[in-house]
């Protein structure tokens, strides 16, 4: 039996080092969402008539000016499937996310998210978790380390431990099973706990996971960089006719002409075989596909490189979009005046952070300056929000597991990066795919969106490893169907695997098998 959903009735935890400062309980009845995206879990849902208990507890960390906000949200007893479930955030948010906490409760699990002590504003995500200009610096010029290392590390893992004891005063039982879903800095968050914290969770579900953060945000500029160079932002559509022409040529390469491109690491094609184009636009008009176009989408692909051409960071796919990327413009008057739309995800990283300058300007830095940006990001921050331990033989100890993915067509965090991660995994342990694996998803973007096929059930996939040992050699994946659009389906193979084409119909699972090569 439950405890009402009365603070009175749930104890403040035992949480070392931090002081719990208010707390409240509020049932929620009848709760309903339309075209909700659930987090890693596959297309939209509708929930309805929902009823749970938020519990949000506000706690500190004396001496360190923090106030964070953890929420928690618990079915009633009768709907409780026993199961605990930490939720992750996406850019600077880090979680406590309403539409990635509701679909959970409505399967049965508790929910918990943080704050980690900056508020962002959870009905509107995408209006504002991009930026950290209210909580970067305690005063110009100085970093907030104690809200970096909250962001970090220490409330995601802070959230975990008030989550379950709320959840064991609450049903008078601990759960029995508990687990992470995160995308993008909910994916880090993930295998921050992996690394950090191996006995937070019995299974982790990791998207996209931007572990190298201080590598990969501050890369993020790279396509601006060489447009402010050039002085010439070209249009969307320009880069839209660049993206297309890649997947066309491209296509075929695994055996199947469908739209998707699922052998990037075979795809030789180069942007400058565009220029010239004369492309139809969105908007009805046409353009002219310029050198200035060839040369950023080429040069995104390849990755930011030194001014002796050195690696920097790791590029994107050819088949990522460019437009809704890092490489956004905004034109007025067709094509004939565009400036570049940089993502304030990278330019906040580098001036709050990097710099710790608000008003420092990334317009006209050279080359050399762009690549000291990025060795200077690691050198400050990787210790504290790097998230690459590659020994994760604490966490496999445990019996944990881990799924992580990553969509092949992500137009923000550039697939290379997993493959990094996941290999220096590897070095240490070649059995790691007892406990840890990757799944490479052809034609979805940055945690969700694209033409792809996207996995249908992660979440149970896991459920059934952990608690079944059953693990997963595949994993469900489909299109969802709009209008005449035919349904694809595919089984995502574990990497390096992949989905090789044997014969029949290409938009049935079953004409695929997965194998060490196309």
Known sequence: MAS???????????LPGASFLSGTAVAVLNYTASSIEPLNQGPSINITSLD??????TYTHPGENDTINVKIYLPSSSSWNGRFMGTGGGGFNA??????????VSEGYVAAGTDAGHYVDNDDITSTEFYATNWAQVSPGNVNHYLLEDFASVAVNEMTIIGKAVAASYYGKKPDYSYWNGCSTGGRQGMMMAQRYPDGYDGILAGAPGVHWAELVPAMYWPQFLMNRLGMYPSPCEFDAITAAAIEACDGLDGVKDGILSAPDL?????????????SCSDGSTTIVSSEAAMVAQATWEGPRAEDGSFLWYGLNPSSSLSTGTAITFCTKGDANCIGIPSPFPVDWINLFVVKNASFSLTNITQREFARLIHSSVHQYASIIGTTDADLSEYKKTGGKIISWHGLSDQLNPLGGTLQYYNSVEKKDA???????????PGVQHCLGGNGPYPVDMMGALVQWVEQGVAPDVLAAKTTATGNTTVIERNLCPYPLVQKYVGGDSNVASSFVCSSEF
Do not use: Q, W
């Open 52 to 57: 749970f208990c938020n519990v949000t507890l």
């Open 267 to 279: 795809c030789k094609f180069h942007a400058n075989a565009t220029v010239g184009r004369n492309v």
């Open 4 to 14: 009402p959903c009365n603070i009175s009735a749930i104890p403040y935890p035992v």
């Open 95 to 104: 979680g406590g996310i309403d539409t990635y906490m509701t679909p959970p």
């Open 431 to 441: 059995k790691l795919r007892d406990f840890y694996r990757l799944f490479e998803v």
